[in-house]
């Protein structure tokens, strides 16, 4: 991590090279968490790319007050957003079958080997489920659960990567995680309806 911090400081100077070494290590980590946002191995791709890029053009603004790997993600969430307001949402069923399958096998491998069939197709149903109630979330709370729990950064680096006090993230992930629940409580009275017909 020393070495990643002496890269960073040479990156933030204008060598070049030192960021390219710094993109490097995070570009695995990086790719992983834009396939978990966004299901498409291109794009994915694509946005990791544009958040190396747009991280070089601004790196001077980064103060390390948070991990740099959330300032990354920070800057990865912003760019899917404008992903998604420039392209609609492509349906499950539009993906080509490549596409599909793709981000299929990358969901059946975040499931647990140990589990049964049963548990594992529920678990990836959960999970599907917990990906489409936070994407209908504001920007604002989808940003802090995504960094919260999928990233897994503290309240503080939150805070630094998003601009904004310690409180404000509190309480945008206790309002985000409010109407998460009330999303749960919906879906499963839908359930407990559908099973008594």
């Not at 958040?51 to 912003?78: D, H, M, P, S």
């Not at 140990?114 to 599907?128: K, T, V």
Request: glycine content about 6%; aromatic content about 8%.
């Amino acid at each position: 991590m020393t070495e990643t911090r002496s890269l960073l400081e040479l990156a933030q100077g204008g060598d070049a090279e030192a960021f390219g070494e710094v993109c490097r290590v995070y570009e695995t980590r990086l790719f992983r968490q834009s396939v978990a946002l966004c299901g498409n191995a291109a794009l994915a791709e694509e946005l990791a790319q544009d958040t190396l890029v747009e991280a070089w053009k601004c790196l001077r603004r980064y103060n390390g007050r948070c991990q740099f790997f959330t300032w990354l993600c920070a800057i990865l969430l912003n760019r899917y957003r404008n992903t998604v307001r420039q392209k609609r949402p492509v349906a499950w069923s539009a993906l080509a079958g490549q596409d599909r399958e793709e981000f299929r096998n990358n969901f059946d491998n975040a499931t647990d080997d140990n589990s049964l069939p049963d548990g594992a197709a529920e678990l990836r149903e959960q999970a599907a489920l917990v990906r489409r109630c936070i994407a209908t979330l504001p920007a604002k709370h989808q940003q802090v659960i995504y960094l919260r729990f999928y990233v897994d950064e503290s309240l503080e680096g939150i805070a630094e990567a998003v601009g904004c006090s310690v409180g404000t993230v509190k309480s945008r992930l206790f309002h985000a995680l409010d109407k998460l629940r009330g999303m749960n409580a919906i879906h499963a009275q839908f359930e407990n309806l559908k099973a008594e017909k």
